[in-house]
């Protein structure tokens, strides 16, 4: 009889806990919805931080290709941990911004991650730098400037199917830049 009392008690409180955590979930979902999907196509113009932003294209090349159309070495970190540059590319991310307000705005170009599926990357920061001419990795705007910067996000083989990698230049990528309330990104 006793380890009956103990086994109802015991069942209880773990159907309690259970309940108690469902209902948790449930509310918790309510207070923060899913994010709102907000996507901009390239070519077209969305707000960001005060500022006007473009996606004007993309290009998928070799790392090795990509350097040599901007006239610069591979970094020497590219060497350092073995890595095979031949399963190594570089997707070419070009963004205008505009500053028309009356103030400076800037933002940082590792706000910007690709996504594919569940493989997400951001900006290679030795790239960035020799591709858009900086020691920066801020960009920064006057009132009424506008500029072009190009993001060098590293694509790696190991990551992608061998499906994947052979057509990797027409697949549909993501440029996630807020991810809360709204879900913001260019399509490309």
Not at 128 to 152: A, S, W
Not at 176 to 184: D, I
Request: net charge negative.
């Amino acid at each position: 009889m006793k380890i009956n009392v103990k086994k109802n008690i015991v069942v209880s409180i773990v159907f309690l806990l259970v309940l108690l955590g469902t209902v948790q979930i449930f509310a918790i979902n309510m207070r923060y919805p899913s994010p709102i999907d907000t996507p901009t196509r390239i070519g077209e113009t969305t707000s960001y931080f005060g500022m006007e932003m473009t996606c004007t294209g993309k290009s998928i090349d070799s790392i090795k290709n990509t350097c040599t159309k901007y006239d610069m070495e591979i970094p020497p970190e590219y060497y350092k941990y073995g890595m095979s540059l031949e399963d190594l590319n570089i997707c070419n991310i070009s963004i205008t911004f505009q500053n028309n307000s009356s103030e400076t705005r800037s933002t940082y170009p590792y706000f910007f991650h690709l996504v594919s599926g569940v493989w997400e990357n951001t900006i290679g920061p030795e790239l960035y730098r020799g591709f858009n001419n900086t020691d920066q990795l801020k960009i920064e705007l006057e009132p009424g400037e506008k500029k072009t910067i190009v993001l060098p996000i590293q694509m790696e083989h190991m990551f992608f199917s061998e499906k994947e990698w052979d057509s990797i230049e027409s697949q549909e990528f993501q440029l996630l830049f807020t991810v809360y309330p709204f879900k913001r990104y260019f399509l490309i």
